[in-house]
Each structure stands twice: as structure tokens, then as C-alpha cells.
């Protein structure tokens, strides 16, 4: 049972240009949220995180966006660089039991020089 | 700056072996944790640790043990191999459980055949 999807295996986009990756989840007890990402033979590193009583959290070229009602969030990277390229994933948990993040399939990013 | 150190990066297993994967930290996070990944599937907990001589399952913690002697290292031992168990395993941790992010090791390719 997936609690945290992203359909998306995979996005390419041209350097310079806005990525969007999207996030869906089912649990409506998650109310934190986190991006990893992951070079290929390398563990995930933190990205950026936001928590359910926010709606936006940005730092630099990225901004993190939740909508609680849909139960989704996006990660936008402007502009994109090529540097990012690698895969991205989305991890939720609910505070009150805490004890685990729930992680979504991942989203290979290819940014296109 | 080590972080989390995991070792081995890669093994083959035949059915039946047991081995340890070694997990290190080097930053004094109380909290520990052993992710499996498997292919086009988001990381799975396996075991956690919120201190030396405390451990709790995760949520795919079959086939496996560890142990929390000290609070720099957490082994993840496989006594049985079994081809179930073929993924890549991350070692993590985490100051805090609760709402804080994750520092993850470079990963284990685990093959059992």
C-alpha cells in the first residue's frame, strides 16, 4: 500500500526552464513533508521540507508547494540547471506516531543542457 | 566530515548466508535507521533506533536483526538470505525523530542468488 505516489517515473526539460515535480499522497494524518535527492551510487540528500501549516516553503531555485485538501505537493526548480539531474523523491510522516517517513517511487529529473 | 559510512557498497549472497551490513555515524544522532530499495519502489524501514540499546520494527522487518550497542554504530545482520531480499539497503539518521531530516549513507547493492 503506497501512502505517498509519484507517477511521474521520469521529466526532461530544457536548462533554464521551470521543473515541476509532483507528489500525492493518501494518509491525511501526514503533516510533514520532505524532497530528497539522489545521484546515481549515492544515498539521498536532504532537499528542502515544508510542514502542513504552511502552504509554500522556498529556498533558492527551489520552492516546495502543499495542498492539503488535494493532499498533493510539487517541488519547482527555477531555473533548472543541469546539475540537477538526478532522482527525486518526496517522503511524508505524521508527527503524532513519528516514528517512520513514508517515501513515494521517485522521479527520475534529466535537465537538458 | 564522514556522515553515515556503510559497508559494504556491494555483495552477492548465496540463498541461505547470513552477513552484516555495517552502518557508522560520526555526527552523535540519536536516532538510526535501515531503509531498503527496491527497483521503481520508494525506501521501506526496516529497523530504527532511538539510542543505544533500543531498537523497534519498521515496516518490512522480516529476515532481518540488529543491534544498537553504541550510538555510532547500527549493523542491519541477514541470517538467511533469501532472493527476497536482493536491493540496494541505505543506513540513515537523524538528530531528532520527529520532523527532522535525514542524513543517509551511500547505500549496500545486496544480490542473493
Known amino acids: 500500500d503506497q501512502q505517498v505516489k509519484q507517477n511521474s517515473p521520469s521529466l526532461s526539460v530544457q536548462e533554464g526552464r521551470i521543473s515541476i515535480l509532483n507528489c500525492d499522497y493518501t494518509?491525511?494524518?501526514?503533516?510533514?513533508f520532505l524532497w530528497y535527492k539522489k545521484y546515481p551510487a549515492e544515498g539521498p540528500t536532504f532537499l528542502i521540507s515544508?510542514?502542513?501549516?504552511?502552504d509554500k516553503n522556498e529556498d533558492g531555485r527551489f520552492t516546495v508547494f502543499l495542498n492539503k485538501s488535494a493532499k498533493h505537493l510539487s517541488l519547482h526548480i527555477v531555473p533548472s540547471q543541469p546539475g540537477d539531474s538526478a532522482v527525486y523523491f518526496c517522503?511524508?510522516?505524521?508527527?503524532?506516531?513519528?516514528?517512520?517517513?513514508?517515501f513515494g517511487t521517485g522521479t527520475s529529473l534529466t535537465v537538458i543542457p | 566530515n564522514a556522515g553515515v559510512t556503510q559497508t559494504p557498497k556491494f555483495r552477492i549472497l548465496k540463498i541461505g548466508q547470513s552477513m552484516t551490513l555495517q552502518c557508522a555515524q560520526d555526527?552523535?544522532?540519536?536516532?538510526m535507521y535501515w531503509y531498503r530499495q527496491d527497483p521503481g519502489m520508494g525506501l521501506k524501514l526496516i529497523y530504527y533506533?532511538?539510542?543505544?540499546?533500543?531498537?523497534d520494527k519498521g515496516e518490512v522487518p522480516n529476515g532481518y536483526n540488529v543491534s544498537r550497542s553504541t550510538t555510532e554504530d547500527f549493523p542491519l545482520r541477514l541470517e538467511l538470505a533469501a532472493p527476497s531480499q536482493t536491493s540496494v539497503y541505505f543506513c540513515?539518521?537523524?538528530?531528532?525523530?520527529?520532523?527532522?531530516?535525514?542524513?543517509f549513507g551511500s547505500g549496500t547493492q545486496l544480490s542473493v542468488l
Open positions: 515544508i510542514s502542513s501549516i504552511k
Open positions: 555526527m552523535n544522532h540519536n536516532y
Open positions: 494518509n491525511s494524518m501526514f503533516d510533514y
Open positions: 533506533s532511538v539510542g543505544a540499546g533500543i531498537t
Open positions: 540513515a539518521s537523524s538528530y531528532e525523530r520527529l520532523n527532522e531530516k535525514l542524513f
Open positions: 517522503a511524508a510522516t505524521a508527527s503524532n506516531t513519528g516514528n517512520q517517513f513514508y
